[in-house]
């Protein structure tokens, strides 16, 4: 399983909330209106309606596989910082190259146990602390 930017802002609990933006709209295949408001490229939390989550706009601000809604609400841009993406691009390609945790297999007599002692998680601990936020914070108000 590879993991996505928004798996580690998950993990994290910072999704780096920079503003909300609250009006009607509407995601018509795969193209959120009104398309003023953000920009190609750009991280969005959705948190109400039916494309709820974390996404990364497209080359044509289109939020790939979304489908077709409408609803009134909320969406908060994110801003994480350009370290954050690098460090989230090197723990996809650990966990491309690291498919399955690694197991080390202790035996103390008849008993044997296989603690799984390297996920992403682990490895990346000290890299992913200064991002880490101490308690959740929601994406919807306030921003």
């Not at 802002?9 to 193209?31: G, I, K, S």
């Not at 948190?47 to 979304?66: C, F, T, Y």
Request: aromatic fraction near 10%.
């Amino acid at each position: 399983m590879i993991i996505t930017v928004p798996d580690v802002m998950r993990h994290v609990r910072n999704y780096f909330p920079a503003e909300q933006v609250c009006t009607r709209w509407t995601l018509a295949d795969d193209m959120l209106q009104p398309a003023s408001h953000f920009y190609p490229g750009e991280w969005i939390a959705i948190s109400e309606g039916p494309a709820r989550g974390v996404w990364q706009l497209d080359e044509n601000g289109a939020i790939p596989g979304a489908g077709s809604a409408e609803w009134t609400g909320c969406i908060c841009r994110l801003s994480p910082p350009a370290g954050f993406l690098r460090l989230c691009a090197e723990i996809a390609d650990w966990t491309e190259k690291h498919p399955y945790p690694t197991t080390v297999s202790e035996h103390l007599g008849d008993v044997s146990r296989s603690p799984n002692c390297a996920d992403w998680t682990k490895v990346f601990a000290s890299a992913l602390a200064p991002y880490r936020r101490m308690y959740p914070k929601r994406l919807v108000t306030p921003c």
